[in-house]
């Protein structure tokens, strides 16, 4: 992977609703009413306008995502996007790949410049985690080849399990 690539993803264990970037990534439910794990925390954090809004919008299909304003959040935005519950199929990696690949285009439309993810789908929708993580990664870096505008990319991780899994697929790459 090249050095301009790796040097605009990072890894950090934390609290997503902290984060100071332009976009946060919800992992929501088809609903977009909120829910449990980050869903229910970013829904929490931004107060009720996110619900209000996202009341309007009428839900997200598996694999899609949807974008509305970050209201009380550090972050300008959330970007919604429904991963796919586990199942052990070839579609699993496609709709997760197309998560990736439909939050970053929407980043790009909205002129952000900083976003993080969680590890979509990988709660309680039941994906592997160093799965996930392969796809997440390989799909954002080959996005950011293709697109120049997106600077930073966070994938903030709520345990250091998943931490440490991010940090060593980064890892082979040369990025410490």
């Known amino acids: 992977m090249e050095k301009r690539i790796l040097d605009c993803m990072e890894v950090m264990q934390g609290d997503i ?16 009413l ?21 009341r309007t919008i009428g839900g997200c299909p598996t694999g899609e995502s949807k974008i509305t304003k970050g209201y009380h959040l550090p972050a300008k935005y959330v970007i919604h996007t429904v991963g796919p519950v586990y199942g052990g199929t070839p579609r699993d990696s496609q709709l997760l790949s197309s998560c990736y690949r439909n939050s970053l285009q929407l980043a790009v439309e909205k002129d952000v410049t900083s976003i993080a993810f969680p590890a979509v789908s990988c709660g309680v929708y039941g994906y592997p985690i160093k799965s996930a993580c392969k796809i997440a990664v390989d799909m954002t870096a080959d996005f950011l080849r293709k697109n120049l505008s ?8 709520f345990s250091s399990e998943n931490y440490g899994i991010y940090m060593d697929y980064l890892k082979k790459f040369g990025k410490s």
């Open 34 to 54: 909120g829910g449990g794990g980050v869903d229910g925390a970013i829904h929490r954090a931004a107060g009720p306008e996110l619900l209000a809004e996202c």
């Open 17 to 32: 609703t902290q984060l100071e970037v332009d976009a946060i990534v919800n992992a929501a439910n088809t609903s977009l």
């Open 150 to 157: 997106v600077k930073r990319v966070v994938f903030v991780q």
